[in-house]
């Protein structure tokens, strides 16, 4: 297989795992790479649904089904509270500042670096509890989480587009 050919296999496998129906049919023609079908074939030869969305068939053994193990208990959450009210500046993130383990936690981390504030981080993945208690803290699903001054401000797309538009600044010079 020529490397043109590779490509287009590849960005025809990324554009159907993405959910882009148009860039996958488009590769399909111009590579001969079917598209995988709306509906399939069983053993037996019976039509299924295929389900073009991520997740686990209804009828999964629970085994393979995604297990909760932690539910942000009342010690968590009263150790997130305080963290937050006595840091001005705080960061929720995967890995430290000086090791971020998320690209998304590196880019907070450079972002307040950037404007030289001062602030403290936890990181979510050294404890499984943590990390799911700050979700359940902020009805936030993602980490990066930034607090400033006791308040949820964001993750990262929110706190880079405050330092795009000049509001992050402003909310630093406060708490400075």
Same mark, same amino acid.
């Given at each position: 297989? =020529?490397?043109?050919?590779?490509? !287009?296999? *590849?960005? $025809? @496998?990324? %554009?159907?795992?993405?959910?882009?129906?148009?860039?996958?049919?488009?590769?399909?023609?111009?590579?001969?790479?079917?598209?995988?079908?709306?509906?399939?074939?069983?053993?037996?030869?019976?039509?299924?649904?295929?389900?073009?969305?991520?997740?686990?068939?209804?009828?999964?053994?629970?085994?393979?089904?995604?297990? =909760?193990?932690?539910?942000?208990? !009342?010690? *968590?959450? $009263? @150790?997130? %509270?305080?963290?937050?009210?006595?840091?001005?500046?705080?960061?929720?993130?995967?890995?430290?500042?000086?090791?971020?383990?998320?690209?998304?936690?590196?880019?907070?981390?450079?972002?307040?670096?950037?404007?030289?504030?001062?602030?403290?981080?936890?990181?979510?993945?050294?404890?499984?509890?943590?990390?799911?208690?700050?979700?359940?803290?902020?009805?936030?699903?993602?980490?990066?989480?930034?607090?400033?001054?006791?308040?949820?401000?964001?993750?990262?797309?929110?706190?880079?587009?405050?330092?795009?538009?000049?509001?992050?600044?402003?909310?630093?010079?406060?708490?400075?």
């Amino acid at each position: 297989m =020529t490397r043109a050919r590779e490509r !287009d296999v *590849i960005v $025809a @496998a990324r %554009a159907h795992h993405h959910e882009r129906p148009h860039a996958s049919r488009r590769v399909a023609r111009r590579t001969g790479v079917p598209r995988l079908p709306d509906r399939g074939h069983d053993d037996r030869g019976g039509d299924v649904a295929v389900s073009r969305f991520r997740g686990f068939a209804r009828d999964s053994d629970d085994d393979f089904k995604p297990q =909760t193990h932690v539910t942000g208990d !009342d010690a *968590i959450q $009263a @150790a997130i %509270a305080t963290d937050v009210k006595e840091n001005k500046v705080l960061l929720y993130m995967k890995g430290t500042p000086a090791a971020p383990r998320c690209g998304f936690s590196n880019m907070a981390v450079q972002i307040l670096n950037f404007h030289g504030a001062s602030f403290a981080s936890r990181d979510v993945l050294s404890s499984e509890e943590l990390r799911a208690g700050i979700k359940t803290f902020t009805s936030w699903p993602t980490v990066p989480q930034v607090f400033i001054d006791g308040e949820f401000i964001g993750g990262c797309d929110i706190l880079r587009q405050m330092h795009d538009d000049g509001s992050l600044a402003k909310e630093l010079e406060k708490v400075k």
